[in-house]
C-alpha cells in the first residue's frame, strides 16, 4: 500500500510520529508543496491507497475523488473537514477517518493575536530594528468588552481568558442560550448589540451554510471606529470584501486573522497591503503537540483500516456500501 501525506508545509512529519508502526509494505511519501490544481493533484495521488489530508489544505471534492479510483482511506486531522465531500466519498466507497488533536494551540493563538494586535507587537519589532525606538502607543484590555461569536470549547477557553484579564465579556451565536453563557461567564446579547459593543470581537464558530458570511457589511458597520476584529475559525465566516472595505477605510482599528476564503492566500491580495491587518497562514492548530496527535491518529488509522475494524470513522455508512473499497 501506498500512502500520501500531503501539505507537510514544515517538513516535520517524518520526525513527529513513528512511521514504522505502519503496516508491514506500507511506503510513505511526504508532500511539502500545497497544490491546488486538480488535474497536477489527481497525477499526484492515482497510484495512493491511502491519503492523509491536513485539516483544510487540500479539499478533496468530488471531481477529485472520483479520478482516484485505487483511494481506499481518507484521513483528516481532527474530526471534521468542510473542504471534504463526505457524501461523494461515500457514494464512492472511500472510508473518511478522523484523528483526534492536542493542546489548545486555536485558544492560544486567539490571544496571542489580541496581544499582539493591540500593543503593535510585530510593528514594534520591525521599527526597532530599523532603529525606531518607540513609536505606537498600545491599548488595555482590562475593563475592555470581549465580545465573542460562539461558546463552544475554543469560546469557552478565551472567555475565561478574557476575565482573568479583568475584561466584560458579551457572547451570541445563533443557538446560544443564557444559561450558556452565564456558564462561561458571559452576558448573552442580540447580535446588533454584540457588534455595537465589543471592543475586541472574537469569532469562534463551525463553518456552515447558516454561518457563511454571517459577518458581512451591516454587522461590521455596526463596530466602533475602535474595536478590532479577530477570526481563527474559518475565512468565509466573513465577508472577505467587506472587511477590506472597513478595513481600507479605517471604519476600525483593525483585524487579527489566521483563516481566509482561499489558503494560501495569494501574494497580491489586497489584505496584504492593509496596514490595520495581522495576517497568520492558519496556524491556530499548529503546534508540536497537535501535531504528534495528529500523525499518530494518521498511523492508528491506517493500522485498524487494514486490521479490518477502521476507528473514528466520519462515514460509517461506507462501510456497509456495495462500493466500499475494503482493506483487503
Known amino acids: 500500500m ?21 503496516p508491514a509494505g506500507t511506503d510513505v511519501e511526504f508532500f511539502q508543496d500545497h497544490i491546488a490544481d486538480e488535474d497536477k493533484l489527481v497525477e499526484r495521488l492515482k497510484d495512493f491507497d491511502l491519503v492523509m489530508g491536513m485539516r483544510e489544505r487540500t479539499p478533496f471534492t468530488r471531481s477529485i475523488l472520483s479520478r482516484l479510483p485505487k ?27 478522523g484523528t483526534d488533536g492536542g493542546g489548545e494551540g486555536p485558544t492560544e493563538l ?16 520591525q521599527r526597532s530594528r530599523a532603529g525606531s525606538w518607540g513609536t505606537t502607543v498600545g491599548t488595555n484590555l482590562k475593563g475592555k468588552t470581549l465580545g465573542l461569536m460562539g461558546l463552544g470549547h475554543i469560546g469557552s477557553l478565551v472567555a475565561r481568558v ?14 446560544m442560550t443564557a444559561e450558556r453563557a452565564r456558564e462561561c461567564e ?28 454571517l459577518v458581512g457589511a451591516a454587522e461590521l458597520a455596526l463596530m466602533k471606529p475602535t474595536a478590532y476584529l479577530v477570526n481563527i475559525s474559518r475565512g468565509p465566516i466573513v465577508d472577505e470584501k467587506a472587511l ?18 482561499i ?3 495569494p501574494l497580491d491580495h489586497p489584505l496584504f497591503k492593509t496596514p490595520n491587518t495581522l495576517i497568520c497562514p492558519h496556524l491556530g492548530y499548529v503546534t508540536e503537540d497537535g501535531y504528534q496527535a ?4 494518521v498511523v492508528d488509522n491506517v493500522r485498524a483500516f487494514t486490521s479490518g475494524e477502521p476507528v473514528r470513522v466520519i462515514n460509517p455508512d461506507v462501510l456497509t456500501s456495495a462500493q466500499f473499497r475494503g482493506y483487503n
Open 110 to 125: 486567539t490571544w496571542g493575536l489580541i496581544l499582539a494586535m493591540l500593543r503593535h507587537i510585530p510593528e514594534e519589532d
Open 263 to 265: 489558503e494560501p492566500l
Open 71 to 97: 483511494l481506499r482511506l481518507l484521513i483528516t486531522t481532527g474530526r471534521r473537514n468542510a473542504s471534504f465531500d463526505i457524501e461523494a466519498a461515500t457514494e464512492m466507497g472511500v472510508t473518511v477517518c
Open 162 to 175: 478574557g476575565k482573568a484579564f479583568d475584561m466584560n465579556i458579551i457572547a451570541w451565536s445563533q443557538n
Open 186 to 213: 458571559a452576558m448573552l446579547v442580540d447580535k446588533e448589540t454584540l457588534f455595537k459593543e465589543s471592543d475586541i470581537l472574537s469569532v469562534h464558530l463551525v463553518l456552515s451554510d447558516r454561518t457563511r458570511g
Open 244 to 261: 477590506i472595505d472597513v478595513l481600507e477605510r479605517r471604519a476600525i482599528a483593525g483585524a487579527a486573522l489566521d483563516t481566509f476564503d
Open 2 to 22: 501506498k500512502l500520501a501525506v500531503l501539505d507537510d508545509y514544515q517538513g516535520t512529519a517524518r520526525e513527529l510520529t513513528d512511521w514504522s508502526r505502519l
Open 294 to 297: 495528529f500523525y499518530a491518529g
